[in-house]
């Protein structure tokens, strides 16, 4: 069956829900960024990982939720068959990949993002990734209007995978979802789901 190598609090909930709501056999295995662990699986020292039951490996997220969507059409979870369900699938995975998470790095880290090591300038540096987080979260919020899932298809990998960087929003944006009452709603009705509250037991050790 394949594993999926995780870290709680990052991106790889996402695949760890879709592969609950899939319902198929499969192992979650608890790993730290960078490990020995899983270097030897990931040389990039990332997650999330997925192996399969032959040894073949992905990484990068939204290619896993993508795989994982098509490898289990019977779980209705890639949003749609037609081209332009799919583009819009992809659309919205760039869009999480390439906008909403990178907006997250100067929060998460900004030492990458200055040569100053002050405080004052790393608190610049994280106000900075503030403001874009609020820019990508304004565009995600004004989307979900009249809403239950990101896709017309229903319940979607793309669901999953705003989910945790609704999370960090909710974290460590000054005003929380707040100010993104369709973002709130969409994270509120998914944390109660009951595959997603088994994976956060497990993610929390639970």
């Known amino acids: 069956m394949p594993t999926?190598?995780?870290a709680p609090?990052?991106?790889s909930l996402a695949p760890?829900?879709?592969?609950?709501?899939?319902g198929a056999p499969y192992e979650a295995v608890r790993v730290r960024h960078g490990s020995?662990?899983?270097l030897a699986v990931n040389p990039a020292?990332?997650?999330?990982?997925?192996?399969?039951?032959?040894?073949?490996?992905l990484t990068q997220c939204a290619a896993i939720l993508d795989y994982l969507a098509e490898k289990h059409p019977e779980a209705r979870l890639s949003g749609g068959d037609t081209p332009r369900a799919r583009a819009e699938?992809?659309?919205?995975?760039?869009?999480?990949?390439?906008?909403?998470?990178?907006?997250?790095?100067?929060?998460?880290?900004?030492?990458?993002?200055?040569?100053?090591?002050?405080?004052?300038?790393?608190?610049a540096v994280v106000e900075a990734g503030?403001?874009?987080?609020?820019?990508?979260?304004?565009?995600?919020?004004?989307?979900?209007?009249?809403?239950?899932?990101?896709?017309?298809?229903?319940?979607?990998?793309?669901?999953?995978y705003a989910f945790p960087m609704s999370r960090w929003a909710r974290k460590m944006l000054p005003g929380g979802l707040g100010p993104y009452p369709h973002v709130q709603?969409?994270?509120?009705?998914?944390?109660?789901?009951?595959?997603?509250?088994?994976?956060?037991?497990?993610?929390?050790?639970?």
């Open 16 to 22: 760890h829900i879709v592969l609950e709501w899939i």
């Open 45 to 57: 020292g990332a997650v999330p990982t997925l192996r399969e039951d032959d040894g073949w490996l």
């Open 185 to 206: 709603a969409l994270h509120d009705r998914l944390e109660v789901d009951p595959a997603v509250q088994a994976v956060l037991a497990r993610e929390a050790g639970k």
């Open 130 to 160: 503030h403001k874009l987080v609020a820019k990508q979260f304004d565009l995600l919020n004004r989307h979900l209007d009249g809403r239950e899932h990101v896709l017309d298809g229903g319940r979607s990998v793309i669901d999953a």
């Open 89 to 123: 699938a992809h659309r919205w995975s760039a869009f999480l990949t390439s906008d909403v998470h990178a907006a997250f790095w100067p929060v998460f880290m900004p030492f990458r993002y200055t040569t100053d090591e002050g405080e004052a300038a790393r608190r």
């Open 36 to 38: 020995e662990e899983l």
């Open 9 to 11: 609090g990052a991106c």
């Open 4 to 6: 999926l190598y995780y």
